[in-house]
């Protein structure tokens, strides 16, 4: 059974510091890892999806990494703003069964001025 | 707008009604999905439907009968609710294992 876990569960930073949250799994049968952001109320925003065969991936201010060989994934935020304040969650899809996700528990990262 | 878009944002029932979620894509995905966030905000897979069939119930119980009369539709129809079905449900779609893409969600409230 595939079980996520993100650290920290809860982190706030002031403007301007360069993060990481870091997602693990249990199972490294993985086809790919997606991070999502979950903004108050409202519904998930797919960041960025890295393949089974990729190391990393890059979006603007956001990297994300992964190594499947020890179960692996950080999100890296550089120069954060207060905008950037959200939940962060990490997904994995498990073996064949088209694209069931398995979501970690989430980081809720706060930005202050 | 391409997009996943679910209704209503918002229900508040009593124990023990009948009610229904709808949920559209319009991204021509082929498969599509029903994700449960508990208070917690811990979210579990609860279907999945690929091309109009069931590929996922994941130990969900029977009160809840999901329906796809096409590939861009998956419905939640949800009986006799309970106070513990209170949780904001969330539609999803994806082609084939990638890139799912997220309703914003119903927030379903049972008193």
């Known amino acids: 059974k595939q079980e996520v876990t993100q650290i920290p569960a809860a982190l706030s930073v002031p403007e301007g510091e360069n993060l990481v949250l870091n997602c693990s799994f249990t199972d490294s049968a993985i086809y790919n890892l997606q991070w999502f952001r979950q903004d108050p109320g409202k519904g998930l925003t797919s960041l960025l999806l890295i393949q089974s065969s990729q190391r990393e991936q890059t979006s603007g201010r956001l990297n994300a990494s992964l190594d499947k060989s020890s179960g692996r994934s950080t999100l890296y935020i550089a120069a954060s703003q207060p905008g950037d304040s959200a939940t962060y969650l990490c997904?994995?899809?498990?073996?064949?069964?088209?694209?069931?996700?398995?979501f970690g528990q989430g980081t809720i990262l706060t930005v202050h001025p | 707008d391409t997009a996943v878009s679910q209704t209503p944002k918002y229900l508040v029932t009593q124990m023990g009604n009948d009610k229904s979620i709808k949920c559209e894509q319009n991204?021509?995905?082929?498969?599509m999905y029903w994700y449960k966030q508990d208070s917690k905000k811990f979210l579990k897979i609860m279907f999945s439907y690929n091309n109009k069939e069931l590929i996922i119930n994941e130990t969900v119980p029977n009160r809840f009968s999901p329906k796809s009369p096409d590939k861009a539709h998956l419905n939640l129809h949800i009986n006799s609710l309970e106070l513990g079905d209170s949780a904001v449900y969330f539609c999803?779609?994806?082609?084939?294992?990638?890139?799912?893409?997220f309703g914003s969600g119903t927030r379903l409230t049972v008193v």
């Open positions: 999803a779609s994806s082609r084939d294992r990638v890139l799912h893409t």
């Open positions: 997904a994995v899809p498990r073996g064949t069964s088209y694209g069931k996700l398995t």
């Open positions: 991204l021509g995905h082929d498969t």
